[in-house]
């Protein structure tokens, strides 16, 4: 199959969470399984064009906006690894910008830039000659794709076929902006079939409420997301457009790139260990918290249970639990803590006091930093992730691989993926509570330390987590077979 994938971030040229893990990964899967993918996204200033070999294809792009035509370049490479082609459109004035969708709040024209690159992508495969038999968008930045495949590109010979698949990766970020702009700078009124009401929220346009309406088929990152977004508040209004969609909307759990994430290949982390070899892991614990961190080998190689998060610092990943009950834990245990993230001021200032009230037990970085998330990942014996809500969730299921016990809220993936430990059946591979609050997130943290004082449960429990398969290619074949189903419609 010839699959165009879409998307406004791909690891490793450009990232800010796990949308770009996954657009990094199922193509590289969809090819080793004979399939012809390509990606297209934007040359963002942060992406190394010499690390990357980005080259230029020497063709130029006419992308038509508003009442104009728009030029941009298109240059190529491939992902890292492998021979799946990567065009990135190259448009200084929208995408030579410090951040990929602001800095740090979102850029005024957001909506333009999404517009231009989901406008340009019919314009790469025109370029290529390149006839799609699926055109996967992503999220709200590229979900402009959707209607413009239906109304304005269907009747061009090379997207005659080509069906549209939408997929989800957070509903809590739809794209709302100017629907007078919208309107123009699309084109999309153009259309006798268009109507004003499938992309109008509230007065504003609504991106993701569009492709809802134009993508054939609907997926989003895990199936407990799926049945949350179609009947919860985590719909976040578009509850009743998910669930006309009826069986075209599927929730495919995200697969892990082992490549990238397997303690025994890792090349980021202090010492490679797997199942067999566990014992090695607490290496990491004193290559993160001595070599990285300074603290004195001594105090390092002490066993005291390390508390590790990397989290982007917003409320959806429950991040308020964290400040209410993480003092109290400090203060009642024997633990150290460890975090990675960025985000909102708020939570950054409170982890660096945290830091400063707890010398020697808390451990922060704020900012991005993939090879440190991997240390953390391999260094910490418990990482912590109370969601508020979690379409799929990439880092808890790393943890599991790295033997890293998680403690979860039971939301979305997070709740498809870890179950509560059972010292009586020796089953679950974590701890997980249901309740948004301090009180059962402390409990849980309990319970997760309680249970690392005996080492024959914990090695089960890290063992229960690591054995489990949540490999991309297990997920990278379920988007085969729906994409199969939808290119049936055309053909
Ligand atoms: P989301 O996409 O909502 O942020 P996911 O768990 O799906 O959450 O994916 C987050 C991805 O971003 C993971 O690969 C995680 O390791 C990475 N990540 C988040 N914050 C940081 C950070 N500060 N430094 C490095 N990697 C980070």
């Not at 989901?118 to 006839?131: M, Q, Y």
């Not at 948004?436 to 229960?464: C, M, T, V």
Request: charged share 20%; with cysteine; aromatic share 12%.
């Amino acid at each position: 199959m010839r699959i165009a994938v879409t998307s406004f971030e791909v690891f490793p040229f450009a990232k800010t969470g796990g949308l770009a893990d996954v657009t990094g990964s199922l193509p590289k899967q969809w090819r080793a399984m004979g399939h012809d993918p390509i990606v297209i996204m934007p040359m963002h200033r942060s992406i190394d064009r010499a690390k990357y070999n980005i080259r230029s294809t020497q063709k130029t792009l006419f992308v038509p906006m508003g009442d104009t035509t728009e030029f941009a370049l298109l240059l190529e490479t491939t992902i890292p690894g492998t021979d799946v082609p990567v065009y990135l459109i190259e448009h200084n004035d929208y995408f030579d910008r410090p951040g990929i969708y602001g800095n740090p709040e979102g850029y005024e024209d957001n909506d333009k830039r999404f517009i231009f690159f989901s406008r340009a992508v019919f314009e790469v495969c025109r370029a290529l000659n390149f006839s799609p038999d699926i055109i996967m968008a992503n999220d709200y930045h590229t979900a402009l794709v959707m209607p413009f495949l239906q109304l304005q590109e269907r009747r061009n010979a090379l997207f005659h076929t080509t069906a549209g698949i939408y997929t989800i990766h957070n509903m809590g970020y739809q794209g709302i902006s100017s629907l007078g702009n919208t309107l123009y700078w699309s084109g999309l009124t153009r259309s006798p079939y268009f109507r004003t009401e499938h992309i109008e929220a509230y007065g504003l346009a609504n991106y993701m409420k569009v492709a809802l309406f134009y993508a054939d088929r609907i997926t989003t990152v895990s199936p407990g997301y799926a049945h949350e977004i179609a009947y919860t508040e985590h719909g976040h209004g578009l509850n009743r457009f998910v669930q006309y969609r009826g069986r075209d909307f599927h929730g495919i759990l995200n697969g892990v790139d082992y490549s990238e994430w397997n303690p025994e290949t890792d090349a980021r982390i202090y010492e490679r260990y797997s199942p067999q070899t566990l014992r090695l892991k607490t290496r990491n614990k004193v290559g993160l918290l001595h070599e990285h961190y300074g603290l004195p080998a001594a105090e390092a190689e002490q066993d005291i249970p390390l508390l590790g998060m990397i989290s982007r610092l917003t409320d959806q990943k429950g991040i308020d639990l964290v400040e209410a009950v993480i003092d109290a834990v400090m203060r009642n245990h024997d633990v150290r803590f460890t975090l990675l993230g960025s985000g909102e001021r708020r939570h950054e200032s409170f982890f660096r006091s945290l830091q400063h009230r707890w010398p020697g037990r808390a451990f922060v970085t704020i900012g991005y930093n993939d090879d440190l998330s991997h240390k953390v990942e391999a260094g910490a014996d418990i990482f912590l992730m109370p969601s508020k809500f979690e379409p799929c969730g990439l880092n808890q299921m790393y943890s599991l691989k790295y033997g890293t016990v998680p403690v979860v809220r039971a939301t979305g993936g997070l709740a498809d993926t870890v179950t509560e430990w059972d010292p009586y059946t020796g089953t679950g591979n974590g701890f997980v509570f249901q309740p948004f609050d301090a009180g059962h997130f402390g409990w849980a943290i309990e319970r997760a330390l309680q249970a690392y004082r005996s080492p024959a449960a914990w090695k089960k429990i890290q063992l229960n987590g690591m054995l489990a398969d949540h490999s991309a290619e297990r997920s990278a074949a379920q988007y085969i077979t729906l994409f199969e189903e939808a290119v049936e419609f055309y053909r």
